[in-house]
């Protein structure tokens, strides 16, 4: 996800992008105990935006 999308939201939306972002998560790493994982790298990428879109909020609710 780009920043300049997570940037367009609003702090309601960005709330619920990250749950499913850390549910998506969730699931790779279960996936990736068992073995079933056809994606290694898409950890990563999850990870990196869960942390991208808490920082833009953040920045958000320090702006108010």
Known sequence: MKVNE???LS???I???IDGLEEEH???RFQARLGQL???LRLRYVKRDIARAKTILGEKRAAK
Do not use: M, S
């Open 6 to 8: 997570l940037r367009e």
């Open 11 to 13: 702090a309601e939306e």
């Open 15 to 17: 709330v619920k992008k």
């Open 26 to 28: 969730f699931n790779l």
């Open 38 to 40: 056809t994606n290694p």
